[in-house]
């Protein structure tokens, strides 16, 4: 059974940069031929995607936020972070982390961790 965590700092002011790691367990990262997975939900909107960063390491990002956003890895700890840069309270949101096996968004997203409030506030 694959198990996502997502970790973070809950509030983070305006300007700064937040970071967000997610943590499995049960299944590799470096797996064949999975997509690891952010997608956020602000307060009263619909889920949107944030990015993802693959089994061998290749990413890619919402083109909304492409200029902010860095998704790395740690195979060690079979963990995926994720920076968000420049924040402001628009990037308030429940940030979770999933996985998938495709990356158009043809596959479902099978598992998901519990995710972790953001919000962006002085």
């Known amino acids: 059974q694959v198990q996502l965590r997502e970790s973070g700092p809950g509030l983070v002011e305006p300007s700064q940069t937040v970071s967000l790691t997610c943590t499995v367990s049960?299944?590799?990262?470096?797996?064949?031929?999975?997509?690891w997975t952010w997608i956020r939900q602000p307060p009263g909107k619909g889920l949107e995607w944030v990015g993802y960063?693959?089994?061998?390491?290749?990413?890619n990002y919402n083109p909304s936020l492409k200029s902010r956003t860095s998704i790395s890895r740690d195979t060690s700890k079979n963990q995926f972070t994720l920076q968000l840069g420049s924040v402001t309270p628009e990037d308030t949101a429940v940030y979770y982390c999933?996985?998938?096996?495709?990356?158009?968004?043809?596959?479902?997203?099978?598992?998901w961790g519990q995710g972790t409030q953001v919000t962006v506030s002085s």
């Open positions: 999933t996985r998938t096996e495709d990356g158009l968004g043809q596959k479902p997203y099978d598992y």
């Open positions: 049960g299944g590799s990262i470096t797996a064949n031929y999975y997509y």
């Open positions: 960063i693959t089994y061998s390491g290749a990413t």
